[in-house]
């Protein structure tokens, strides 16, 4: 079954540019969706974005000009960057897959995320 | 603040029934299918209801999900300690092209 493992710095300041990687394992990242979703004590789970592994993108308006999703089907890894992030983007980051069909949406498996702090 | 309602906290004796709900409007509920994700504490979200309705394989059979209109609804029957987690509903919403979730109720087991 497949697995999702996130890595990636836990410590940043602000204005620098966060980077994860979502490693895929049991499965191939060809032929699904995939996203990232984060999670804040003030804001609950919030959907970043996905990605279709031809590359087709869609991002949430509140982050879409800050933040890029990118698949690399040859080390079947998605990632993640963010810029200029602030306080307010402290959160524990999770990569999903999107399972999509028939008008129904869901998110499963889900990585075991990975924890961001922003922070001078 | 979400564009899904749920109540911040539910609670059930061990083998009663409870019920989450979810609210929403009709560019989210009311127009795509509703999902439910279960978050034990310091673990990843896991998905217990999706299609509305549908239980993965090994989610127990205690579990039923519900929608009507612009509202859904997770049951959980036979209550169990185990149960005793943060639960979010999740759709999609049309004006994004993305995905919602509720704020989260959590379920203490008395």
């Known amino acids: 079954q497949v697995q999702l493992q996130e890595s990636g710095p836990g410590l940043l300041k602000p204005s620098e540019t966060l980077s994860l990687t979502c490693s895929v394992s049991g499965g191939s990242v060809n032929g699904y969706y995939w996203s990232w979703i984060r999670q804040s004590p003030g804001k609950g789970l919030e959907w970043i974005g996905h990605i279709f592994h031809s590359g087709s993108t869609n991002y949430n308006p509140s982050l879409k000009s800050r933040v890029t999703i990118s698949v690399d089907t040859a080390k079947n890894q998605l990632s993640l960057k963010l810029n200029s992030v602030t306080a307010a983007d402290t959160a524990v980051y999770y990569c999903a897959k999107l399972v999509a069909g028939g008008g129904a949406n869901w998110f499963d498996p889900w990585g075991q995320g990975t924890p961001v702090t922003v922070s001078s | 603040q979400s564009l899904l309602t749920q109540p911040p906290s539910v609670s059930g004796t061990p083998g009663q029934r409870v019920s989450i709900s979810c609210s929403g409007s009709?560019?989210?509920?009311?127009?795509?299918?509703v999902n439910w994700y279960q978050q034990l504490p310091g673990t990843a979200p896991k998905l217990v209801i999706y299609?509305?309705?549908h239980r993965p394989s090994g989610v127990p059979g205690r579990f039923s999900g519900s929608k009507s209109g612009t509202s859904a609804s997770l049951a959980i029957s036979g209550l169990q300690s185990e149960d005793e987690a943060d639960y979010y509903c999740?759709?999609?919403?049309?004006?994004?092209?993305?995905?919602?979730f509720g704020g989260g109720t959590k379920l203490t087991v008395l």
């Open positions: 009709s560019s989210n509920i009311g127009s795509n299918t």
């Open positions: 299609n509305n309705s």
């Open positions: 999740s759709t999609w919403e049309d004006s994004l092209n993305g995905a919602v």
